[in-house]
């Protein structure tokens, strides 16, 4: 069993910045995705565990960062430039640990954080 743990979450403006961070217990691959109201849930970012390997969304590729600290068990997510359509519940993710995965496919991901609500104003 691998728990998930958000935070940084929260309301800002256009063109701001904000850092979410995911808590993990596991040692696997990591993603990020999100879901906004009416829509499908959307990939935004992973990374493997050595953290040699990164992999990004088209729509925010450019302005989004994903990183982890390995001696704090912890993955981040630094979004920059944000814009109102980054408006969505954020959710961290992570797949049976030993199994491989396909970054963007939702499915893959077994363990799913609680989400955090990331809103960004005009």
């Known amino acids: 069993q691998v728990q998930l743990v958000e935070s940084g979450g929260g309301l800002v403006q256009a063109g701001g910045s904000l850092r979410l961070s995911c808590e993990t217990s596991?040692?696997?691959?990591m993603g990020w995705f999100r879901q906004a109201p009416g829509k499908e849930r959307e990939f935004v970012a992973a990374?493997?565990?050595?953290?040699?390997?990164?992999f990004y969304g088209d729509s925010v590729k450019g302005r989004f960062t994903i990183s982890k600290d390995n001696a704090k068990n912890t993955v981040y997510l630094q979004m920059n430039s944000l814009k109102p359509e980054d408006t969505a519940v954020y959710y961290c993710?992570?797949?049976?640990?030993?199994?491989?995965?396909?970054?963007?496919?939702?499915?893959?991901?077994?363990?799913w954080g609680q989400g955090t609500q990331v809103t960004v104003s005009s």
């Open positions: 990374i493997s565990w050595s953290g040699g390997s990164t």
């Open positions: 596991g040692r696997t691959f």
């Open positions: 993710a992570a797949p049976k640990p030993g199994t491989s995965v396909t970054p963007a496919r939702a499915w893959d991901y077994t363990y």
